[in-house]
Structure formats: C-alpha cells, structure tokens
C-alpha cells in the first residue's frame, strides 16, 4: 500500500505521456482517485495501534512501514513508513489532487496543455506523499526535491502575466532551502552512520553540537518551504501568479512539506538543537502572525490577501512547533490539516471569482451577495472558518498553540501568547474586510451565479471536512496523540 500510494500518482503521469490529449483528463481523475484507495486502505491494514511506543529510547514506530536495501555500499534505504503524525498530511494531499485532477478536466487554465498540467500535478503528488511517507534522510530529501521542477513549471506555464518572475523567484529560494536540507541531511548521516530517521528519533548517536549546527541547517531548509517569517516573500507573488489549481496545491500541501519537516526530522532527530533554538522560533512565529496579519489589512487583491494569510497560519503552527510541548506539537498538526482544507476552499473559491469576474480587485468584487448568492455564501463559510471561529477547523489549531505558549510558563512565552491572541484579532479584522469589500456593498463586476456540478464536487468535500474536524478534533488528534507522545518524551 506503501508503494502503490507513491507509484500510482507517477505511473499515471508516465502514461499521460503516450495518451491521446482526449483521454488526459479522465486518467489522470482516475488514477488520482486509485491513489486514495491504498491511502484509506493504510489505516485498517495494521494491529499495532496508531504507533507503538517505546519508552528507552523514546521512538515512534510506525504501524506500516517498509524497508528495503537500496543502495547496499552507500547503507542506502528505501524506507517508507506512515504513523498518525504523518497519515492525516498524506490523506489532505491525496484528496487535494484528485479535487485539482477534476477540477482542471472540466475548466483548465490558459496556458500549455491540460495534458502536462496534470501530469504535473501527479508528480506533484507522487514527490509529496513520499515526503511524508519517508523514513529515510536521504529518501527523504530526494522527494523533497521532485516536487521543485513540476511546481516550477505550473507556475511558468499556466499562470498570470508575471508568472515566470514569480516561477524564477519560487525556485530560487526553494534551492537556497535545499542546499542547507542536503547540508543538514549529510551532517546527520555522516555523525550518526545512518540515515534511518526512526533510528535517530531522539537524537541517537548524534552530540549536542551536531544537533545545534543541523537543527540550524534543518530550521532555515524549513522555513523556506513553510515558509515562515522572513524568509516568505516568494509566496505572495507565486500564488498571485499560480493557476487555482497550482495556489490549491502549494497551499493545501505543499507548504505542509516545511512543518512537517520541522516536526518529523528538526524536532525528532536533532532535539537538543530545537529546545536550544526554540526562543527563538517563538519570536519568529509571532513576529509571522502579526506581521500576516498587518499586511492582508492593507491588501487590495484576493489571492495576494489569501497568499499573506498564509504567514500568519503557519506562524500559528510554528509557535506550537516552538513550545515543544504535547499541546503545541498536536497543535501544530492539526493546524497543518485545518490550513490545507481551508485555504485550499478559499484559493478554489478566488479562481472561481477571478474566472467570472476577471478581476481579482476587492474594489471591483462589491454586492457578491446579490449577484452570486451561493458563492458569496461559500466564501463567508471558507472566511469565518479561517478567521477561527470555534467549531470550524481553524479554531482549534490557533487557539491550542496560545495555550501550549501559556503552558510552557515563563515571562517571554506567556508575552509571546498574548501578542499571538492579538494576531488571531487581527485576523479576524481582515477577513471581516474582506467580506465587507466583496460580499456586500455596492454591487461591482457582475459575476455569474451558476456554479457547475465539478465545482461542487471540489469544494464540497473541503467544506464537509472543514465542518468535521472543527465538531470532531479527535479525528486529527487521535491519530497523533501517541506519536507525538513519543516524540516529545
């Protein structure tokens, strides 16, 4: 199932070479959709709970894995492996693709063929979910790098008018990033004799020097991807840029590949480094939540407003991240979870009202309540869900990171939590502008009420999960409560 769920997405990205540009769109929904099979399959294919627990060394193992030798002279390892810290990112970025696959078959974006537009976006797939799924530094970092080239080339082909500077500037500093993972990845595996990240859970084998010099390295590789503040300025413009689909994507997952990363391999592998850096990582983190939120205050386009907002939801998961507790480490997961669900919502929906608008000016998009009813609808849900209001999925994440930052004690987390709670204010703020300038008031550029039947079939499974995880928490957090138990300890 380990292996389907990765070859699936490319064997179908390697057949759309061959077929027939007519045939494209059908096969890549199909194998999409064949790629979740293995992905629902993972959770009841196991006895072993969601992870097994050992106390000495504390370690996570994982209740599906698979371990093969692949390079025998180099001690290289194709290992792949899913627990409850991973399961929830892998099941968003199989659901994600098949909603872009349909989506893109019934309206695709200006641009090349629809043909390599999907066939991009299942490698896409196929380099995300083994990311998620490695167990192996290595392995790890070399799916890290598929999903560079195939993002970059989405940017470039299908989007707006400056897209290849914003493509130019995505790939720029991604490679900054991945100069410093490969750094980082190598220092490990050199110090340690092995690349098994399940073997150096707890920083096993490694001194506290080491730790500190790859943590760092690990920190800024992260935080690129994430991305977090300051290193976030590609992202504004490359989700300006980026088709629906492509802003979809880089959103609802792969910004998760950063987070992640800082979770699975910053804070398991090399602890000693992130409790050393995380005072820091706090202040970074609130430093992203309000500067997020000052600066979509100040936005006058939709998907840039959506782009910042960005920023200041992963500062929310950074600072969980930071506390390294219990709390802040589930936090941060299902913030990860909640931010792919709800920012994927609001970048279909802007595509959606760029598409009939042709504009995406807030001071051209007034009276969406009289004009498109159901879209304007849509949007307060995707607005007020992001914004954190309690029982939608944003809540919880946001809300439990301040928590975490309270519980660690002290005069610099307790000041740190405050001025967070003041940022999620300030979200509240812009999103309820953004829903002033668009949804109400005068009405501006007519915009199309009719919504198609894909439409609905992309955005409704994001909106019934929204609402889920927001009434049930437990469905994220059940999964990641004895993993990150044994990460923390």
């Not at 979509?296 to 939709?302: P, R």
């Not at 009405?443 to 198609?452: D, E, K």
């Amino acid at each position: 199932m380990l292996v389907a769920a990765v070859a699936l997405p490319a064997a179908g990205a390697a057949l759309l070479s061959v077929l027939p540009i007519r045939f494209a769109g059908p096969t890549a929904t199909g194998f999409a959709a064949a790629a979740l099979i293995p992905i629902i399959v993972l959770p009841f294919g196991h006895d072993r709970g969601w992870a097994t627990y050992a106390a000495d060394p504390p370690t996570v193992s994982p209740w599906a894995e698979l371990d093969l030798s692949w390079v025998p002279a180099l001690h290289l390892h194709f290992h792949l492996g899913v627990d409850g810290v991973s399961y929830p990112l892998v099941a968003l970025t199989g659901l994600l693709t098949l909603l872009c696959c349909a989506y893109t078959m019934w309206r695709p974006p200006a641009g090349g063929s629809p043909r390599t537009l999907l066939g991009l976006l299942l490698i896409l797939e196929a380099g995300i979910l083994g990311t998620f799924l490695s167990l192996d530094l290595i392995l790890f970092f070399l799916f890290f790098e598929v999903t560079l080239l195939p993002m970059y080339a989405v940017i470039a082909g299908w989007g707006g008018e400056d897209r290849r500077r914003a493509a130019r500037k995505f790939v720029l500093y991604t490679l900054f990033g991945s100069v410093l993972l490969l750094i980082g990845v190598l220092t490990v595996a050199v110090h340690a004799g092995t690349a098994d990240i399940v073997a150096l859970t707890g920083g096993i084998g490694l001194s506290k020097g080491t730790q500190y010099a790859a943590f760092a390295l690990f920190a800024v590789a992260f935080a690129v991807k994430a991305p977090l503040w300051p290193l976030h300025s590609w992202l504004p413009d490359a989700h300006t840029q980026a088709p629906t689909v492509g802003s979809v994507i880089l959103a609802g997952v792969l910004l998760k590949m950063g987070t992640y990363g800082l979770i699975r391999v910053g804070v398991g592998v090399t602890p000693l480094g992130a409790r050393w850096a995380a005072p820091l990582l706090g202040i970074l983190a609130v430093a992203a939540i309000l500067a997020g939120a000052l600066i979509c205050l100040k936005q006058t386009e939709l998907k840039r407003l959506i782009a910042y907002s960005s920023v200041g939801h992963m500062g929310f998961v950074l600072l969980g991240i930071a506390t390294l507790t219990t709390t802040g480490i589930q936090a941060a997961l299902l913030g990860n979870v909640a931010h792919g669900l709800i920012t994927g919502l609001l970048f279909f929906l802007a595509g959606a009202i760029k598409d009939r608008a042709h504009t995406g000016d807030l001071a051209d998009l007034g009276g969406l309540r009289e004009t498109a009813p159901r879209l304007a609808g849509l949007l307060g849900f995707a607005a007020i869900a992001s914004l954190g209001l309690p029982g939608l999925a944003g809540f919880w994440g946001e809300a439990f990171a301040v928590v975490a930052a309270v519980e660690r004690g002290g005069v610099l987390w307790t000041i740190l939590a405050v001025l967070a709670a003041i940022g999620g204010a300030l979200t509240a703020a812009y999103f309820l502008r953004l829903l002033r300038k668009v949804t109400h008031g005068p009405v501006g550029t007519p915009v199309s009420p009719a919504i198609a039947g894909v439409e609905w079939f992309a955005w409704a499974p994001l909106v019934a999960l929204t609402l889920a995880v927001g009434l049930v928490p437990t469905l994220v957090l059940a999964a990641t409560s004895l993993p990150v138990e044994a990460l923390i300890r």
